[in-house]
């Protein structure tokens, strides 16, 4: 599905990635987790082409896309949410879900997927004509999931979703990415929550300073000494029995279902 190969992306003179390799299979979520500056955020730019790579190889779905023009990456189906949310503030709520289908010419595609995004955010629906600024952090957040989704994307990137929200927003936002991949959208998830990255993703990486210095399970990295030390030894947000709880369904032996949330 996505494949990167040894690629190097350079600000100027300052090295940011040096050598990434990483992919995303069909119907995967896969988390990428490091410090601040690790080269994440630019990891995923160059994907959606605001970056545009030294060297290296992306690949979407067999194509090479590294260094097209990111309209054109959008329109291979590739659905970038980046940290911060950025919706248009002055507009409604509505009227960004629609510009997320701005690329689907079929009338009825788009009123199915609206209703795909009310159901899966029902906030959404009745605040249909609120203007955007307007929303609260969480609110905006979901309003940019939800726009992504309009692009009925064959992949989804996302970076940072969790970052300033409640922990009762970053619980919808899991639920929301678990949706997701229960869609069959593959996800490349960048989150410095690790322990709620790690319990999403079925497979992780782990980046240093623009290399990629683990890689995995994510159930290996969990349990993995230097991950533990570095990234699991905060405070531990147990969302994941609150969302089996919700599906109505325990998974014991599953990727997802991680009391160390």
């Given at each position: 599905m996505l494949e990167?190969d040894t690629l190097?992306?350079?600000?100027d003179e ?12 069909k119907?995967e ?5 490091g410090?601040n500056?690790?080269g ?8 959606s082409?605001?970056v545009k790579?030294t060297s290296?190889q992306?690949?979407?779905?067999g194509k090479?896309?590294g260094?097209l023009p ?5 329109g291979?189906?590739v ?7 950025r ?9 960004n879900?629609?510009i997320?289908?701005h690329l689907?010419s079929e009338s009825r ?10 159901e899966?955010f029902p906030l959404?629906?009745?605040r249909h004509?609120?203007r955007?600024?307007?929303l609260?952090?969480?609110e905006?957040q979901?309003?940019?999931l939800g726009?992504a989704?309009m692009?009925?994307?064959r992949?989804l990137?996302?970076?940072e979703?969790?970052?300033g ?10 639920r929301?990415i678990?949706?997701?991949?229960k869609?069959?959208?593959?996800i490349?998830l960048v989150e ?5 990255a790690l319990?999403l993703a ?7 300073t ?9 159930a290996?990295?969990?349990n993995?000494p230097?991950v533990l030390?570095?990234?699991l030894?905060?405070?531990r947000e ?7 709880s919700?599906?109505?369904?325990s ?5 997802n279902?991680?009391?160390?949330w």
């Amino acid at each position: 599905m996505l494949e990167i190969d040894t690629l190097d992306v350079f600000y100027d003179e300052v090295q940011a990635l040096k050598a990434v390799s990483l992919r995303v299979d069909k119907g995967e979520i896969v988390t990428l987790i490091g410090p601040n500056g690790a080269g994440k955020t630019t990891t995923l730019k160059a994907i959606s082409g605001l970056v545009k790579p030294t060297s290296g190889q992306i690949y979407f779905e067999g194509k090479s896309i590294g260094g097209l023009p990111p309209n054109k990456i959008v329109g291979l189906g590739v659905a970038h949410v980046p940290e911060g949310r950025r919706v248009f503030p002055q507009l409604t709520v509505e009227e960004n879900l629609k510009i997320g289908a701005h690329l689907i010419s079929e009338s009825r595609k788009v009123r199915t997927t609206m209703s795909q995004v009310h159901e899966l955010f029902p906030l959404l629906k009745e605040r249909h004509n609120q203007r955007a600024h307007t929303l609260s952090g969480g609110e905006q957040q979901m309003l940019a999931l939800g726009r992504a989704m309009m692009s009925q994307p064959r992949l989804l990137i996302l970076d940072e979703p969790s970052l300033g929200l409640a922990p009762l927003v970053v619980l919808e936002v899991a639920r929301s990415i678990l949706q997701f991949g229960k869609m069959g959208i593959p996800i490349l998830l960048v989150e410095q929550n690790a322990h709620l990255a790690l319990a999403l993703a079925s497979r992780a990486y782990v980046m240093e300073t623009g290399s990629i210095t683990l890689s995995g399970s994510a159930a290996d990295l969990r349990n993995n000494p230097d991950v533990l030390v570095s990234y699991l030894s905060g405070a531990r947000e147990n969302l994941n029995r609150r969302i089996q709880s919700d599906k109505g369904q325990s998974d014991p032996g599953g990727p997802n279902n991680h009391p160390d949330w």
